[in-house]
C-alpha cells in the first residue's frame, strides 16, 4: 500500500487523515468543501477532484462522513467510488452507519471489482487527533490485514469483527450504551445542581469511585462552564440512537431506555442543540427542571 485516499474532513476525518499523514503514506484527500482540506494539503497531502478519482488512484481509500445519506452519495452519486473501484483496490467506510448501508455498499464495491472493510470507530475529536480510537473492522480479511498499520496510526486497538455488517452493529451497540451514560451522568448533575449540591463535589466522588470513566471526567467540565465545544456532535448521537433503535426492531429486541434517551436527544435537537457537544443535553435536563 503505498497510495491513500481519505474522503471526508470534518470533525473526525481532518485528523485522522492528518495522522496517516503524519505516518509517511502518500495522501490524496477529497471532501464536498474543498476549504476544509487546506491544512492538509499544506501539510502534504494531494486534492483528489472527486470520490472516483481517489477510488481509481489509491491503493486504499478511507471514507469518515457524517450520516448513511452522505455514505450513499458519495458511493453511488456522480464521480463516486462505484465509478472509480476496480482491480482489488480497496475501500474502507469508517462512518457511524447501519448494517443494511454498510452491505449494500460491500457489495457494489466488490461487484465493481475492489474490496471493501467497514470500519467505523469509537471515540471523539480529541482521540481522533491523539490517533487513540478503536476501530472495529468487518469485511474482506486480506484487506483488514494490509491496512493494519494505518489503523495503528489513527487508533490504539483495531478489531477484527467478520461478516460486513458487524462492525456497524458494534458500534451502534457502543454508542447505545454511550448516549444513556450522558442522559443519566446530566439528570444525576441536575438533580445535584436541584438541591443545592456543589457539582464539583459530585464529579469528584464519580471520579473516584466506580463510575470513573474519561467521558465523565472530559464532560463534567463541559457542565460547569455550561459551554459545549463540539467534539462529538449531539445531531450525530441522536442519529446513531435512532439507529441502534431500528437495529434492536429488527432483532425483536426491546430497548425501552434507549427509547426515552432517544426522546432527551430528540428535544434536544429541537432546542438548536444539534451542532453542540452531545454533553449539550444537561441544557435540556437541567431547565426540565424549571
Not at 484487506?143 to 455488517?165: I, T
Amino acid at each position: 500500500m503505498k497510495k491513500v485516499g481519505f474522503i471526508g474532513a470534518g470533525i473526525m476525518g481532518r485528523p485522522m487523515a492528518a495522522n496517516l499523514l503524519k505516518g509517511g503514506l502518500e495522501l490524496y484527500v477529497w471532501n464536498r468543501t474543498r476549504d476544509k482540506c487546506n491544512d492538509l494539503i499544506a501539510a502534504g497531502a494531494k486534492w483528489g477532484e472527486s470520490p472516483a478519482f481517489l477510488a481509481r488512484e489509491c491503493d486504499v481509500t478511507f471514507s469518515m462522513l457524517a450520516d448513511p445519506a452522505a455514505s450513499v452519495d458519495v458511493c453511488f452519486g456522480l464521480d463516486g467510488v462505484v465509478t472509480g473501484i476496480g482491480e482489488g483496490r480497496g475501500y474502507i467506510e469508517m462512518s457511524t452507519i447501519d448494517p443494511g448501508t454498510a452491505r449494500r455498499i460491500a457489495d457494489a464495491v466488490t461487484k465493481a471489482g475492489g474490496r471493501f472493510l467497514e470500519a467505523p470507530v469509537s471515540g471523539s475529536k480529541k482521540p481522533a487527533e491523539e490517533g487513540t480510537l478503536i476501530i472495529m473492522a468487518a469485511g474482506d480479511r486480506s484487506l483488514y490485514d494490509e491496512v493494519e498499520k494505518a489503523f495503528g496510526m489513527m487508533g490504539k486497538m483495531s478489531l477484527y469483527l467478520g461478516e460486513v455488517g458487524r462492525g456497524a452493529q458494534m458500534k451502534l451497540c457502543v454508542n447505545l450504551v454511550m448516549g444513556g451514560m450522558m442522559a443519566a451522568f446530566c439528570e444525576g448533575l441536575a438533580l445535584a445542581s436541584r438541591i443545592g449540591l456543589d457539582l464539583r463535589d459530585m464529579l469528584n466522588i464519580l471520579d473516584a469511585g466506580a463510575m470513573s470513566n474519561p467521558m465523565f471526567r472530559m464532560k463534567g467540565g463541559l457542565v460547569l462552564s455550561n459551554d459545549f465545544p463540539v467534539a462529538f456532535p449531539l445531531k450525530h448521537m441522536q442519529k446513531d440512537l435512532r439507529l441502534a433503535l431500528l437495529l434492536a426492531d429488527e432483532a425483536g429486541q426491546s430497548l425501552p431506555a434507549t427509547a426515552v434517551v432517544n426522546e432527551l436527544f430528540k428535544k434536544a435537537r429541537g432546542q438548536n442543540l444539534g451542532d453542540l457537544d452531545f454533553a449539550a443535553l444537561w441544557r435540556v435536563t437541567k431547565e426540565s427542571g424549571h
